[in-house]
């Protein structure tokens, strides 16, 4: 069976400082992957999706990267923080239609 | 432009009464539809899908309705039990050629024992 692995779970990060999320899928090759955001009080917002290594798409412009270095693993990074990328990071892999989700990082910047 | 949309932020439901999730959407390519559960500080778990071939999928206390016409679906859970209390996201997927799903802003579900 595919399980999905994040981590942190949770994160604490001073404004300016950097950062780097990891997610690794388990169980499946070759899987369309998903970085989603919720930030307080608000829905799931798309960041980045990647179909296969190296190929990356951005949804929204930010101060946020996702790289691909091998199949199953996705990276979101950030070079310096800022007080707005306070939010539940969701890292996700694609059945058929589904999306199947991991258990989420919180990340506060202070 | 919000092409999914929950439009009631929370709804509270007695328990053993029917809980209805209301979604609307307005993108007509739009041709497969999801539901999505979420506890506090958890990812969210699918929950029940439905294709636009379908009008109606039912799984135990879950039925989700879609009609095309109105570009609306819904969520019935009946009958509603305490640990139905959750965020309910709806999604959707124009399937054919895109990977990506769509979310609503959600619906918090309070059951009331």
């Known amino acids: 069976s595919q399980t999905i692995h994040q981590w942190p779970a949770t994160l604490v990060q001073p404004v300016g400082s950097p950062l780097s999320l990891e997610c690794t899928v388990e169980?499946?090759?070759?899987?369309?992957l998903y970085w989603y955001r919720q930030a307080a009080g608000r829905g799931l917002q798309l960041l980045f999706y990647?179909?296969?290594?190296?190929?990356i798409s951005s949804e929204v412009p930010q101060n946020l990267s996702a790289s691909r270095p091998q199949d199953r693993q996705f990276i979101l990074s950030s070079k310096k923080l800022l007080l707005s990328d306070s939010g539940f990071y969701l890292c996700?892999?694609?059945?058929?239609?589904?999306?199947?989700f991991g258990p989420g990082t919180r990340l506060t910047v202070l | 432009d919000q092409q999914v949309k929950q439009n009631s932020p929370s709804l509270s439901v007695q328990e053993g009464r029917i809980s209805i999730l209301n979604c609307d959407y307005t993108n007509s390519m739009f041709d497969y539809f999801l539901w999505y559960k979420k506890y506090p500080a958890e990812g969210p778990t699918f929950l029940i899908s439905?294709?636009?071939?379908?009008d109606k999928n039912e799984d135990g206390r879950f039925t989700v309705f879609l009609n095309k016409s109105a570009k609306h679906l819904s969520l019935h859970i009946v009958p509603s039990q305490p640990g139905d209390s959750a965020v309910y996201f709806c999604?959707?997927?124009?399937?054919?050629?895109?990977?990506?799903?769509?979310f609503g802003t959600g619906t918090r579900l309070t059951i009331i024992p």
């Open positions: 996700a892999w694609s059945g058929y239609y589904e999306q199947f």
């Open positions: 169980g499946t090759s070759n899987p369309n």
């Open positions: 999604a959707a997927i124009a399937a054919r050629g895109n990977e990506k799903l769509t």
């Open positions: 439905i294709s636009s071939i379908k």
């Open positions: 990647s179909v296969g290594i190296g190929q």
